[in-house]
């Protein structure tokens, strides 16, 4: 019997530009331009956040515009909607996915529609009876729907109105899918007539499933973990692992250590560790949901930064700001800045600039502040676009 293979030992600065080259920033753009561009980039990533946050622009069109420089808010829309290569579902959020992935999460739908789901247990027969009307007659919103009698709320974040809860219902048992949006507006469909499918496709079957979920954190994170690759998933851990040790075996998955990891085991495959470097000049101002920050102790383990979301805290206790944005400057996190679109004004408002990393020495700030500057007049456009 074979020894397993000893891990690389892999310093902090190595691990950041394999995860970047993996998250494409480590270039000027990636994907090109236009609706195609959107669609290789929900592809290459395996998924895009969705979040209701705006006092920036929200984080789907954030996280696309870091990565497609040209990006326009029409050009999510026109994949949604007319190509139908992304389409809506639940990952480890409400996310953008590809088309092409329908599969894989087929069997979470189908699941759904046996068993239930636990947030829509109060949705009632008569409810579902009253939507799927609705929605044979033709897609609608819930804006179409204005015979509701309003109830109580079970959670904070559920709608009052029994109509919403049975099309959300609808929409997670994967009889209808969210065919348009305009701003957090859903437009809603049957799920054959907008792909224009006679029937569902064939789920895939759970090794396909485990596979997806390697395979997806492979191509988007460079080097990879049990709990970033399961991130909120921990009932598929069991079977990923076997799966990485397979790979190991096979010589297709190497091993590695990341300096202050400890016991945390990584893993990647060997053209990933193919020495690389990111560009000096290159600036991102990044969404707390983008991929590269949303698992915080990922990010804190690579890059050192450990982002505090505090949108949800009181005013007086924030250090960061209500929604600050961190800063990339190369393969480094120097700086949060808390911002606000003032969409009345036109104009984009600091409210904090927060120093981190490089950017708390008085030499790097000089070099440093007017490269962020110039990304920030590019943001503010974006910010007010259309």
Not at 65 to 91: G, K, N
Request: contains cysteine.
């Amino acid at each position: 019997m074979s020894r397993a293979p000893k891990p690389l030992p892999l310093p902090t600065t190595q691990a950041r530009q394999i995860w970047l080259r993996a998250q494409r920033l480590d270039t000027a753009a990636p994907f090109g331009e236009g609706a195609a561009a959107v669609a290789d980039a929900i592809a290459h990533l395996g998924y895009v956040q969705i979040d209701t946050i705006n006092v920036i622009e929200r984080c789907h069109h954030h996280i696309l515009f870091s990565r497609i420089p040209s990006y326009r808010r029409a050009d999510l829309r026109h994949a949604q909607s007319v190509d139908r290569s992304v389409f809506e579902y639940w990952t480890h959020a409400l996310s953008y996915v590809p088309s092409d992935d329908f599969r894989f999460f087929l069997p979470a739908m189908r699941e759904h529609k046996r068993e239930g789901h636990r947030w829509y247990a109060s949705v009632t027969a008569a409810d579902t009876r009253k939507v799927m009307r609705l929605l044979r007659a033709g897609p609608l919103t819930i804006r179409d729907i204005e015979d509701d009698v309003l109830t109580e709320k079970e959670h904070l974040w559920q709608s009052r109105k029994p109509s919403k809860r049975a099309l959300q219902l609808a929409f997670y048992t994967g009889v209808a899918t969210i065919s348009a949006r305009q701003g957090m507006l859903k437009t809603y469909d049957l799920m054959t007539r907008h792909f224009g499918w006679d029937s569902l496709p064939k789920p895939a079957s759970p090794k396909a499933i485990t596979a997806y979920l390697l395979d997806r954190a492979l191509r988007s994170q460079g080097i990879v973990s049990l709990d970033s690759i399961c991130h909120l998933d921990a009932p598929s851990k069991k079977a990923v692992a076997a799966l990485i040790a397979s790979r190991v075996r096979r010589g297709e998955l190497v091993p590695a250590a990341i300096e202050g990891a400890g016991k945390q085991e990584h893993w990647a495959t060997p053209a990933a560790l193919e020495p690389g470097e990111v560009s000096p000049d290159l600036v991102h101002i990044l969404s707390p949901f983008d991929p590269l920050i949303i698992q915080r102790k990922r990010t804190n383990l690579i890059f050192g930064y450990n982002h505090l979301f505090e949108a949800y805290v009181p005013k007086a206790k924030r250090k960061l700001g209500y929604f600050a944005l961190p800063v990339l400057v190369g393969d480094e996190i120097v700086a949060a800045l808390d911002l606000k679109t003032d969409r009345q004004a036109k104009k984009l408002l600091m409210q904090k600039w927060t120093w981190l990393g490089q950017g708390k020495k008085t030499a790097g700030r000089k070099e440093l502040k007017p490269k962020i500057e110039e990304e920030l007049d590019r943001f503010e456009r974006f910010q007010l676009a259309e």
